[in-house]
């Protein structure tokens, strides 16, 4: 049979609409070479004849490539010959490939479609990369789109997932993406263009055909016929927000962030952000620490966020031995490994260290910087590491040092004592956490218990006339 | 049969999530007057058990509403007296409040399930507002959660739709949001607590039906068993992304628009920031001109978008007797004829108007501010209407006027002329519109098409010793 590719009359509005969507998202340059992914189901032989109709006007050079999977035996022998026909009868130059896709999934232990998925992908950037192609195109629409969508919201996903299918991501486009399966089908009978079967139709592809079938075609059916459309279309404004918020918690990020050699440290200013910026700042970071891997969930970011609120010391662990560790700061990203020595080295601080009344004191990890000043009203800061103290209380020299017998402090305005360790018991402070933890003191009284409060007893009153403000800071 | 409410012991598990919830959402505070809508279905009998648990500790002052429908007959009734009983024993305040809601339906042209949902809304405020009382509390859990979302997904949404229902909104509470339905379920079993039919079951919620148990259930069932569970947290995350998007743009609109008595001009600086920032600021410079219009879609913030791209002058029209129009600083919203006005009163420059050549020249609508200074190779700002031209080639004085016979400028390096009208068919001005474009000229010779080019003859170069600046501001 001979195919009427030539009838270039038919079909003409959907190939402007889908001219419109490769503009409108940058999809094709002039003189670019296009490797066409051809399974031989329906929507891929709609590629095979759009991309024939653009040729000439976009100067494009095409190589059709063909996987076969070794499955479903003759019928897929009937796709391989119609592809190759096809390509032949449009002098396109065409390749076939052939793997034992069951082999490959008893093998490498996966599923056989994600085999399949595996062997397409890397055939296709093989192929790109031996020809010099620039891009790979598939045959993706809306359906697909929609299907994903739900298949992601099924399985547990944000935004990102919302999202599903993007028009270009990386080398792939999809120029189909702007349609529906019915449009296609419409295209395939107006244009008497043969096809096979789609390979997403694999025997062992359930779980998408469930969707396929049951969920999405109910909607569609039940619910709302345009319930494609709408899906697509809530992918693309997900898809949006999530470009958006990634955009902006990079910037977050850049502020907000520091990087040593030991890894990421996030300063407590973020905390003042809205929630859904901290998740997406977490995500950042543990990406930049582990590259793209696919097993952090929002259950670590969520056990991250309850860090804020815990004291200094306090760690959440992550995958691939990492932890993150709420410091005097804010929170410390880093190997499991690291992460203990940098407290190990705050631990060093066995002995007192007399506190300057002017300018800084170097601690290790980090200094105290002191200031001195008349009080004249002004707002007091609510910091955790920016702490005013009213001078006048203060009679003798201060320390900075670990807790110690006799330790106390004042925690109400009636002046009553609480022992430090009590302190540290109310408060959930793991013993072996507490000389980990920093004390600003006057003998046994203690001003500062650093990241956690202050005495009752030096706080600025309306009596104070003199203010000594102290203020923690990590880092060398 | 007695109800076994007081044994405490059961179900501890869920009212120690739910309380958790409570407090993580600022569902309650103490002392409130709660009102507890009461269909009957499991649900909400789990909702009256859940509040009769938490009322001591709470000190909650409780009254439980049913709102009979005055269809499904004897079952119906038997469902009242359920709730009318349960509360008797549990010594709750109970009024029932008794509807025709088919009859309803037929009078105000509505289905009878929103009938229904209006009857009881109006009923719940209503009796909130005479009993002085603090909260609404509904019964509605995850899977309500869950189906809405695909509901709206279906019908079309963005965000606020994926989004869903809330744990809060208004005065009404949704305790048991943090529960799956199977939860709520064993909660009864445990409690023994008998309960009716789901309100939501009414005989006509065909749609929410087919959504439970076609959709949503294969969903479960075919491909995630936890598919409920991680539709609400994309519900979550969705939510809280449109959060941050509406307080972005409500920041953007701040800084980047005008309201006058004709309506809001969004200035042109806007069209940098992305698009889902664009499209979030239309939304809300329509909701501001409208109130919470429902019908405001995104097919008219995209014909809105298109104006980027337009000329001074045209326009889209929207809902309402609203007009979006392109004007010289941006996009001008405003109800249709205030909008012509404007433009009308620009029109009214029909004799030419002598340029200041330091300082401002005014215009009808807005004003022309020249600045001359000796050109140091600054870069060149590309704005529409902020313009640099060579000021030694400029060799006349200069007129700011509206097109007229025998009008040219110089389109290209090599110093071809073209007609102004020439110009203007090319680049699609309405002949109505092109005597309302504002022009920089020097006799029949034009510097500035304001709002599309300047000549290529005045363009600033290597040689350019000292340049003139013209801004064009809108506005009085």
Not at 273 to 297: A, F, T
Not at 341 to 367: F, S, W
Request: aromatic share 8%.
């Amino acid at each position: 049979m001979k195919l009427n590719w030539n009838e270039r009359g038919r079909g003409r509005h959907m190939i402007k609409k889908i001219e419109n969507y490769i503009r409108e998202n940058g999809l094709l340059e002039k003189g670019d070479k296009i490797l066409l992914g051809l399974s031989g189901g329906g929507d891929s032989m709609a590629l095979l004849s759009v991309f024939t109709e653009l040729k000439e006007e976009w100067e494009l050079e095409l190589h059709g490539v063909h996987v076969h999977h070794g499955i479903r035996g003759e019928e897929a022998d009937r796709d391989e010959e119609l592809v190759r026909k096809a390509c032949e009868d449009l002098q396109i130059p065409y390749t076939c490939y052939r793997y034992d896709v069951q082999k490959m999934a008893r093998e490498e232990k996966m599923g056989v479609e994600e085999a399949g998925r595996k062997a397409r992908n890397e055939t296709f950037e093989d192929v790109l990369k031996k020809w010099q192609g620039d891009k790979i195109a598939l045959a993706h629409h809306k359906n697909d789109l929609a299907e994903t969508m739900l298949h992601h919201l099924a399985r547990g996903t944000g935004l990102r997932g919302i999202g599903g299918i993007r028009p270009m991501s990386g080398k792939i486009i999809r120029p189909l993406l702007c349609l529906e399966k019915k449009e296609i089908e419409h295209y395939l009978k107006e244009k008497e263009i043969p096809y096979g079967l789609d390979s997403t139709n694999l025997s062992d592809s359930y779980t998408r055909n469930r969707i396929r079938h049951q969920v999405l075609n109910t909607m569609v059916r039940e619910v709302n016929q345009e319930a494609v459309a709408h899906l697509a279309e809530a992918a693309e404004i997900a898809w949006e927000a999530d470009e958006y918020l990634r955009a902006m918690s990079n910037m977050h990020l850049e502020i907000y962030s520091k990087k040593t050699d030991r890894g990421i440290v996030l300063e407590e200013e973020i905390f003042k952000e809205p929630h859904i910026i901290r998740m997406y700042v977490y995500q950042r970071v543990l990406e930049l620490l582990l590259g793209n891997k696919r097993d952090i969930s929002r259950v670590h970011m969520k056990q991250i966020e309850t860090l804020i609120k815990k004291n200094v010391g306090k760690k959440v662990s992550l995958p691939y031995e990492l932890e993150a560790r709420r410091t005097y700061g804010g929170i410390l990203f880093a190997r499991k490994t690291e992460a203990g020595k940098l407290l190990l080295e705050k631990a060093i601080l066995k002995e007192p260290v007399l506190l300057h009344m002017d300018g800084p004191t170097y601690i290790p990890g980090g200094k105290i910087i002191s200031r001195k000043f008349v009080y004249q009203g002004e707002e007091i800061p609510e910091k955790t590491y920016t702490k005013w103290f009213d001078y006048g209380k203060i009679k003798k020299k201060l320390c900075i040092r670990p807790g110690m017998e006799g330790d106390f402090l004042i925690v109400n305005r009636e002046g009553n004592k609480k022992k430090l360790n009590r302190y540290f018991v109310d408060h959930k402070v793991p013993r072996e956490d507490r000389n980990k933890i920093l004390l600003i003191a006057e003998e046994n009284e203690i001003l500062w218990v650093l990241g956690m409060r202050i005495s009752e007893k030096y706080k600025v009153t309306n009596e104070t006339k003199e203010i000594l403000e102290l203020r923690y800071e990590g880092g060398k």
